[in-house]
Structure formats: C-alpha cells, structure tokens
C-alpha cells in the first residue's frame, strides 16, 4: 500500500466493517424475530409433503431425512443464517487488514519489511552447487 493511498484505503476497510457489522446486525435481528416460524417449520413431519419430488422419493426418504431447503418459507432463514455467517467471516478479515494497516503507521514499518530485517527464514529452497574435484 502506498503512503498516499493508506488515508483511503483505511477508510474504505471502516466502511466495509461498518456495512459487515450493519448486515450481521440485521441478519441476526430477523433470525430472532421468526425464531418461532423457524422451530414450527423444522418439524420433520412438515417436510413429508415436498411438492413436486414426493412422486417420485422412496417413502422412506420423504419420511426421515430432514430437508429444509425444499421449502420456500425456510429458505429464506437458511439463507439468511448463511449471509450473517460470512459476513462476521468477512468482518474479521477486514479487521486483521485495519490492524496490520495501523501497525504500519505506528511503527514505519510494514510487515514484509520487519522479516527482511531480522533475516527472518522463509520456507524458500536454497541450493548450493559443490563441485568435488
């Protein structure tokens, strides 16, 4: 990140963790508001009608393996379970971004400069040829 480009681009990682905190915040808010139409449609017994593939499922399937996602009136909670999972995934990653970024500026000193410093070793390959003579 260049010196002149580090204003903008903390600023940008703000932005993009205040959205993060604002979409999980929202997810979560009408997770807890259907928390009662999500226990009542997870009934096993509910999903025994899976319209149009109860023609053609074994009656065993149809009657023990659980398949929420065949319902339109859960999957909309699924989904919303899945975005408020990575959004906090995403907002974490933006916050390690902001911390490397600030310890930059603290310390004048970005992190692949502080291991070329104190020599540190990677797991790079070195050869050294010998010749026997």
Same mark, same amino acid.
């Given at each position: 990140? /260049?010196? %002149?480009?580090? %204003?903008?681009? @903390?600023?940008?990682?703000l932005y993009v963790?205040? /959205?993060? *905190?604002f979409s999980i915040l929202l997810g979560c808010s009408y997770i807890?508001? +259907? +928390? /009662? @139409? @999500?226990m009542e449609n997870t009934f096993p017994v509910y999903? +025994?009608?899976i319209e149009p593939l109860n023609h053609y499922l074994p009656l065993w399937f149809q009657n023990h393996i659980f398949v929420p996602l065949f319902d339109s009136? !859960?999957?909309l909670e699924v989904l919303t379970i899945i975005e408020v999972f990575?959004?906090?995934?995403?907002? *974490?990653? *933006?916050l390690f971004l902001l911390?490397?970024?600030?310890?930059? !500026?603290r310390y004048d000193l970005t992190y692949v400069e502080?291991? %070329?410093?104190? +020599? *540190?070793h990677t797991m790079e390959v070195h050869i050294s040829i010998t010749t026997d003579s």
């Open positions: 990140m /260049g010196a %002149k480009n580090q %204003k903008y681009f @903390i600023l940008y990682l963790h205040f /959205g993060e *905190v807890y508001q +259907r +928390r /009662g @139409i @999500i999903f +025994r009608e009136s !859960i999957l990575f959004s906090l995934l995403f907002s *974490v990653f *933006v911390y490397d970024q600030f310890n930059t !500026i502080y291991l %070329k410093s104190y +020599r *540190v």
